[in-house]
Every structure is written in structure tokens, then in C-alpha cells.
């Protein structure tokens, strides 16, 4: 379900690139669209998902359902009355918002108005993802799945219909999208309601507690905000560190903005589709088993996550920065999107590239924390990361433009990974299985021979521009095939039998 989410995002934006290419009314939608999106992973599926999964498990394991769901009703009440005050100052701050996050778009003022009038419809999305957070969190701590992991379609969908039905009818593109982005929040929240009420865990939310079964649910709700407080900041680096890109990249030449969105689209395609699924999933996994004390479980659950983010993204990295030419051009190169553009944003991808596997393992570590109920440890790590970020990015804009916005990104990325990897190992007493030295030898050098078919497979980069559409996609999908199909066959002859870590 996550893959057809991806997928549907992926169409997504190609719709995006043929209709809206990278000019004006693309920067200033993607920067009203980001404001939202980056407030949702902090408040909705980051530092609220992270905080209330291990304690709604508690709860669930340790309580009798009654105070369950006193806990639930009061959580999603007073979450709800947070998330609308936001919304209101949200909307009603607008200018001052895009005045802060993207200061360079003043010079421009038609860019300036279209960004505040589309981020005043994709703001209230914030109220309701993050109610879809909540309602994921509920289903996902009762092994189910497979609803929250294909909501996002929806979103895609919206905006995808936004795109074919809005912008011919609208002069300005960006308020379009903008109410696409808020009927899709619409859409998801109701979505979730039904299947709740399957599993019995459809909250009636209300404010006060009453008696004393509430006020054992009241105090779990103090609980996930207690841990809220530092995982705020702790789960959102990597989207801090895009605001303070989109910031920087608000002063570069027009299109900027939307090159380093495209090629962050890809690079969290598969980030997306194998990282964030896996941290989605082992959370309530490490939650049970740190609740039941079961050490020995906790630290084969992560040595397997570990060794499962290397099998799949090593290689995933490795195919971005080599096809990223071929993946822009076939992707987005038609309509509005210049083979100029194509270009640009695939040197932002090879930089983003970099960064795929520590993005991944930090997807994977930072839920060994959290299923601790530890929200502090991580934000040691993204601090320094933040940091990190921000003087490579400074430091490289000057001399790479946008593709230095993505390499401090990258940057900053291996740090927060290597950090995190170390407390984990100091904090926890985790010790990984052995066999790790083979284990990254062996995928190094099946990565190696996918890279060598690649790049001779290729080809010149005026092959990819003058070939018909349908042949562009040909060839990239036999390199993919090709590539894929390599790997796995070194994978296997080396020893790594894949099908065992499925199982």
C-alpha cells in the first residue's frame, strides 16, 4: 500500500512538471504546500505518532479497555483543540509565514501573493493529517496496516484531479492546487472513520476527564505530550533542514525551489516506500516487546531493520545519482519542464542520493528510542545535524547554488545517523549480530556491478532527449530490470540469500 502511494505521488508530479514546469506558480505552490506538509510530520505523523504509539501500547497492554478508551477520547479532544488554534493563526499569519520561510519570494510580488492566497487553503490540511496520524497511530498498534499506508493515495488523487479540472478553469495555479491539498484532507480523515469504528477504537473526543478511570487516561495524554515537547524538534531535522533550503533557495534564480522539490520527490521514493513503511511498522513491534522486557527480541528486531535498510537502499542510492538524468528526463521532461530543468534537477539528485541511506537508517534507529518512550536522545542528535545542515548549506550555496542546498542536506543526514547509531549503542547496550563486515562487503560489490551495467547501458545524455517518449521509457525500464536483476544475481552468488530476511 505504501508502494501504490509512492506510486500515485509519482504521477502525481508528473502531472505537476508537464502542467506547472518549474516557473513561478510552481515555486510559490510548493512552498505553501511545503509550510503544511513539514507541520504535519512534525505534529501529526512525527513527534505525535512517535509519542503516542509506545504509551496508546502501554494502555493497551497494561489497562482495562474502559481507561483505553478514556485515554483515546481525551487525546483526540485536546490534540483537536491544539491543532484548530494552530490552523486559525496559520491562516490568519500567512503573509508573515511566507515572509519567514521563503523571504526571497518579496522581490517578487506576484510570486509573494499567489504563495500567501494558496497557502491560506493548504494550511487547515494540517488539522486534519494530523487527526489521520492519530487514527493511523490507533490502527497500526493493532496490526492494521495496510488503511493508513494507502491514505496518502488519496491526497495524490485530489491533486492529481486538481490538475486535469482546476488549473485550465483558474488563473492561478497555486490557489488551485491549494484547494486540492484541502479537500484531500477532507477526504483522508473521513476515510479513517469507518475503520475504527470496525476495530471499536472511534473516539468521542472531549476535554475534561470524569472520575477516576479518566484521570488514568488523562495522565497517559499528559505522557504523549510530555514526550512531544523534545521530539518536536528531534523528528522534523530533515524537514527543518528543507525549510532552511527553501529559505536559501527563495534567493536563487526562479526554479530553484522547484528543482530541489522534484528531486526530492525522487529521492523519497524509495526512502518512502522501504524506509518510512519499515519504521511504520517496527515502532508497535519495539514498543510490545521493550513493554514485555523481551531485550533479546528488541535487539533482533533492529540488527534485522539495520541489515534490511542496507540490502535495499545502497543500491537505490547508487541507481539515483547514476540515472538521474535518464529518471528526470523520462519522468518530467514534457510540457513546462525544459530539458534545462530536467538537467538542474538532476544535479540536485545526485546530491540527494548521497543521503538515502543514512535517511533510512535514521528511520530505522530513531524508533529504537521511542519505543523506549526516550524522545530526548534523538534530539541531541538532530541538533547537532540541524546545525550541521545549515553551515554546509551556507557554505556550498555560493559555489553549487541549489545542488549545494541538497549536499548539506545529504551531509547533515550521515551525521544525525551516525550520532543516533552511537547513543543507541551507549544508551541501550544494543550490539549488532555478527557478520556485519561481510554482510556490507557483499552488498558493496553487488552494488558495484549494477553501477558498471548502468552507466555502460546509459548511454550519452542527447540520447535520452531526442528519443520518442515511449522508447525513453523503454530503455529506462530494461535499465532498471537490467539493473535490478544484476544485484540480486551478485547478491545470491555472494552468499546474501534475500528471500530469508522476507521471512
Known amino acids: 500500500m505504501t508502494l501504490l502511494s509512492r506510486v500515485t505521488g509519482l504521477v502525481r508530479d508528473i502531472a505537476f512538471a508537464q502542467f506547472l514546469g518549474s516557473g513561478l506558480m510552481a515555486d510559490a505552490f510548493f512552498v505553501a504546500f511545503r509550510i503544511p506538509n513539514f507541520l504535519r510530520r512534525v505534529f501529526g505523523e512525527g513527534a505525535f ?41 496559520g491562516v490568519a499569519g500567512a503573509p508573515a509565514v511566507v515572509m519567514a520561510i521563503a523571504p526571497g519570494f518579496l522581490e517578487d510580488p506576484a510570486k509573494y501573493d499567489a504563495t500567501v492566497s494558496a497557502l491560506r487553503l493548504t494550511f487547515p490540511y494540517l488539522f486534519f493529517i494530523s487527526l489521520v496520524a492519530m487514527a493511523g497511530g490507533i490502527l497500526n498498534t493493532r496490526d492494521r496496516f495496510v488503511v493508513p499506508a494507502v491514505t496518502p493515495v488519496l491526497l495524490n488523487l485530489c491533486l492529481i484531479g486538481a490538475v486535469w479540472l482546476l488549473l485550465p478553469r483558474m488563473a492561478n495555479a497555486a490557489v488551485a492546487l491549494g484547494l486540492g491539498v484541502l479537500l484531500a484532507g477532507a477526504v483522508q480523515f473521513a476515510f479513517q472513520l469507518p475503520f475504527l469504528r470496525v476495530c471499536n477504537r472511534l473516539p468521542r473526543p472531549r476535554l475534561k476527564a470524569h472520575g477516576s478511570n479518566d484521570e488514568v487516561g488523562a495522565q497517559g495524554v499528559q505522557q504523549v505530550f510530555r514526550l512531544m515537547l523534545p521530539a518536536l524538534f528531534g523528528v522534523s531535522i530533515a524537514q527543518i533542514n528543507l525549510l532552511v533550503n527553501t529559505l536559501l533557495a527563495s534567493f536563487l534564480v526562479t526554479g530553484s525551489v522547484s528543482w530541489l522539490y522534484y528531486s526530492d520527490r525522487l529521492m523519497e521514493f524509495p526512502l518512502g516506500v522501504f524506509g518510512i513503511a519499515l519504521a511504520i511498522v517496527i515502532l508497535p513491534t519495539l514498543s510490545a516487546q521493550y513493554t514485555r522486557a523481551a531485550e533479546g527480541a528488541f535487539a533482533d528486531t533492529l540488527d534485522w531493520a539495520l541489515r534490511l535498510v542496507f540490502l535495499v537502499t545502497v543500491p537505490a542510492a547508487a541507481a539515483l545519482a547514476v540515472l538521474a538524468f535518464p529518471l528526470m528526463v523520462v519522468l518530467f521532461q514534457r510540457g513546462e519542464f525544459s530539458p534545462n530543468d530536467a538537467l538542474m534537477a538532476a544535479r540536485s539528485l545526485v546530491a540527494f542520493a548521497l543521503g538515502l541511506v543514512p535517511f533510512a537508517l535514521v528511520k530505522v534507529l530513531a524508533p529504537g528510542f521511542y519505543a523506549r518512550q526516550d524522545t530526548k536522545t534523538p534530539v541531541r542528535a538532530g541538533a547537532v545535524a540541524m546545525v550541521v545542515n545549515a553551515l554546509a548549506a ?58 558498471v551495467l548502468l552507466w555502460y547501458g546509459m548511454g550519452e545524455a542527447q540520447i535520452w532527449l531526442d528519443a520518442p517518449v515511449l522508447e525513453r521509457v523503454g530503455r529506462l525500464a530494461g535499465l532498471v530490470l537490467a539493473g535490478g536483476g544484476v544485484y540480486l544475481a551478485a547478491l545470491y552468488l555472494l552468499g546474501i540469500r534475500v528471500h530469508r530476511f522476507l521471512r
Open 49 to 89: 505518532a512517535v509519542a503516542f504509539v509506545p504509551v496508546y501500547t502501554e494502555y493497551e497492554a497494561r489497562y482495562p479497555p474502559h481507561q483505553a478508551r478514556a485515554f483515546l477520547e481525551l487525546m483526540a479532544g485536546r490534540l483537536s483543540v491544539i491543532l484548530l488554534a494552530l490552523t486559525v493563526v
Open 394 to 451: 551556507v557554505v556550498l550555496v555560493f559555489s553549487l547554488a541549489h545542488v549545494g542546498l541538497a549536499l548539506a542536506t545529504s551531509v547533515a543526514g550521515v551525521v544525525n545517523a551516525a550520532l543516533l547509531y552511537r547513543y543507541l549503542v551507549r544508551d541501550t547496550g544494543f550490539t549488532p549480530a555478527a557478520g556485519w563486515g561481510g554482510f556490507l562487503a557483499r552488498i558493496t560489490l553487488a552494488t558495484l556491478a549494477m553501477v
